[in-house]
């Protein structure tokens, strides 16, 4: 059974428009991550989060916010979608320290018309 | 901050043939460099490891070499199956800042 679920897997938004993405994982990890996908860039961290409550800027956050209201849900929000911000999108847990291991979820196909 | 590199992009091969996947990266304090597997339409999924106090390590068909002097990976992938077909991303981090700098992928094909 899936340890992190993303929601939902695939959303057509209007620019301008208020997009969140939901994060759910089972895995008891401290830290949960978002990244996006894009052609040509890989993998991208926007935000992530160690503790409930808190959450801290990753390389990309311009234009996302995030949202991690309990140690098991992490959500990105994207409060005016702009086409630029097309892209698939992983959620991600892991447990304390620099080197551990990265659980992904199935990602979300974001596509912002 | 951390450049990680990859080549080639792409590669096709025969079943059973052997695939060799190069990675570099730019920042001299990263000390960990996980691999991931992307199979079409699957999640991403963790398949090997290496730290900098290493020069290489085995799992099953997968080797990864790393070379600390000149900022270099190297995943050898032999025997390869059908399934391994699947984008591969190198990627790194250091010790004082969370998350991983990947690369931007190489996508494998193995044919029949």
């Known amino acids: 059974e899936a340890a992190v679920t993303q929601s939902p897997r695939s959303k057509v938004a209007v620019t301008g428009g208020k997009v969140t993405l939901s994060c759910h994982q089972t895995n008891n990890h401290d830290y949960m991550y978002w990244y996006r996908q894009d052609t040509g860039h890989g993998l991208r961290l926007i935000h992530y989060s160690y503790v409930a409550d808190s959450t801290e800027k990753g390389d990309i956050p311009d234009g996302y916010k995030a949202s991690r209201p309990s140690q098991e849900n992490f959500s990105l929000i994207l409060e005016l979608a702009s086409l630029s911000q097309t892209a698939v999108y992983f959620c991600?847990?892991?447990?304390?320290?620099?080197?551990?291991?990265?659980?992904f979820g199935a990602g979300t196909r974001l596509s912002v018309l | 901050g951390e450049q990680v590199e990859q080549l080639p992009s792409s590669l096709i091969v025969q079943e059973g043939a052997s695939v060799l996947i190069n990675c570099s990266y730019t920042?001299?304090?990263?000390?960990?460099f996980p691999w991931y597997k992307q199979e079409p339409g699957k999640r991403l999924q963790f398949i090997i490891d290496?730290?900098?106090?290493?020069e290489r390590k085995q799992n099953q068909r997968l080797t990864l070499l790393f070379d600390k002097k000149t900022k270099h990976l190297s995943l050898h992938i032999t025997a390869t199956q059908p399934g391994d077909s699947a984008i591969y991303f190198c990627s790194a981090s250091n010790d004082y800042a969370q998350g991983l700098t990947f690369g931007l992928g190489t996508r494998v094909s193995v044919f029949p």
């Open positions: 290496i730290r900098s106090n290493m």
């Open positions: 920042d001299s304090a990263s000390v960990y």
């Open positions: 991600a847990s892991s447990g304390q320290g620099t080197q551990n291991t990265l659980y």
